[in-house]
């Protein structure tokens, strides 16, 4: 319940610091790759926003690269477990009873 409402405090509070972020950097600018011919005009909080997004984004996809090797020790770790288990519990299991006696 508590996690909940720390979830919402903290999602309200960043909205509200986006929104007055915004408010307050509303300036039009315009924007243009050397190369290409183009521009765009949009507000300033927009460029840094999409920046920030696209950095973020970035960011993951080369976390998520580097971790590769990681995850495949886990996952070979995990294998390796559930085999020994197995093993384990065939080798731990009652011997059946033979009616030769």
Do not use: C
């Not at 920046?51 to 080369?62: C, D, E, P």
């Amino acid at each position: 319940m508590f996690v909940k409402f720390l979830n919402a405090f903290v999602a309200t509070i960043v909205a509200l610091f986006l929104v007055l972020f915004a408010v307050s950097n509303g300036a039009q600018v315009t924007l243009q790759v050397w190369p290409l011919p183009y521009q765009i005009s949009m507000g300033l909080y927009a460029v840094i926003l999409w920046a920030a997004l696209i950095g973020a984004v970035g960011g993951m996809i080369v976390a998520w690269i580097m971790g590769s090797p990681r995850r495949r020790e886990l996952r070979e770790s995990r294998r390796q477990v559930r085999d020994l288990e197995r093993s384990l519990d065939r080798h731990q299991s009652p011997p059946s009873k033979t009616s030769g006696h």
